[in-house]
Each structure stands twice: as structure tokens, then as C-alpha cells.
């Protein structure tokens, strides 16, 4: 019974490795192409401020559900900031003017 709980875990691992080879990571802070840092919580107008200008920028507005029967619309705004072969591309989510989330993916352009 211990053996085929082993053989199941080495499966799903090297099925997660196989079909999720890039996962994004997630962090408080970013330090801008400048040399500045910035962290979640943030103004978007202390970031535009403190950053240089991203690569991208990308606008939309969602409809989010409350309880019980409520709705709020928020804005999202996301920067897109590719640094190049040799860095990482990080994203930067903005919801109603905040920074809520640093993310980086993959190695840029």
C-alpha cells in the first residue's frame, strides 16, 4: 500500500513538471528598470511617478459580485514591463488606481 502511494505522488509530480513547467511568481515589491522599488498597495501615480514607462499597458473594467445582491465595478489596469533576453517580464496589476499584485513570468524579448 506504501508503494503505490509512492508511485502516485511520482506520477502526479512528474505530470505537474511535464504540462506546468513555468510557474509565476508572486512578490510585494519590484524594483523599476530605474533602479526605484515599488510595493503592493501603492498609488498607480506613485508608481508612474517612481517607474519608468512599461513596455505594455492594458485597460478593462470588471463587474464584481457582492453579498448579498450587490455589485462593484472595479478598473484594472495592467503594466507589462519586458526587460529584455536575460530578465524576467513582470506584470503589474493595478485595481481601482492600487497595485495589487507583482508578478513575473517567463524570460522577456
Not at 509565476?24 to 524594483?31: C, E, G, L, Y
Not at 457582492?66 to 455589485?71: A, K, Q, R, V
Not at 503589474?92 to 495589487?100: A, I, P, R, Y
Request: charged content about 15%; proline content about 6%; aromatic content about 14%.
Amino acid at each position: 500500500m506504501t508503494r503505490s502511494i509512492g508511485v502516485i505522488l511520482c506520477a502526479v509530480t512528474a505530470w505537474c513538471l511535464l504540462y506546468f513547467p513555468v510557474f509565476a511568481a508572486v512578490s510585494d515589491t519590484f524594483r523599476c528598470p530605474n533602479g526605484t522599488i515599488v510595493a503592493v498597495h501603492d498609488r498607480l501615480s506613485i508608481v508612474a511617478a517612481k517607474c519608468d514607462t512599461p513596455t505594455y499597458i492594458s485597460r478593462r473594467t470588471v463587474t464584481r459580485g457582492l453579498p448579498p445582491g450587490y455589485f462593484e465595478m472595479v478598473e484594472i489596469e495592467e503594466w507589462t514591463y519586458n526587460l529584455g533576453p536575460s530578465r524576467f517580464i513582470y506584470y503589474l496589476t493595478f485595481e481601482n488606481g492600487f497595485l495589487q499584485r507583482i508578478e513575473s513570468g517567463a524570460y522577456g524579448d
